[in-house]
């Protein structure tokens, strides 16, 4: 995974930012899942970078995953409002899949 990581972050275009995006993702979901050991902030940082590096090329179901993650974490800190606002924004972008 990292080998990929310093690939896209080498490369310019769309398809390397969104293989970058969708790294940072993955790398939410194995600390969610336990597989790494993150603390959910850790897991909200990884989410925020995917979010800023796929909004730009509007890639909607890694704008969704990533939202989903963070308000999967944001649970896990207890903090119930972010976690609806994050869930919001999931719904969101998941109703703009297939559209564009």
């Known amino acids: 995974m990292e080998e990929a990581r310093e690939l896209f972050e080498q490369n310019t275009g769309d398809d390397f930012t969104q293989g970058l995006g969708w790294y940072w993702i993955l790398q939410a979901d194995l600390a969610q899942a336990g597989i790494t050991r993150k603390k959910p ?47 919001t924004e999931q719904a969101k972008y998941q109703a703009l899949i297939g559209k564009y």
Do not use: C
């Open 41 to 87: 902030a850790e897991v909200i940082a990884f989410a925020d970078t995917a979010l800023h590096l796929l909004l730009p090329i509007k890639n909607w179901p890694g704008m969704a995953r990533a939202y989903q993650a963070r308000a999967q974490a944001d649970k896990n800190l207890g903090n119930l409002k972010a976690a609806a606002d994050d869930s």
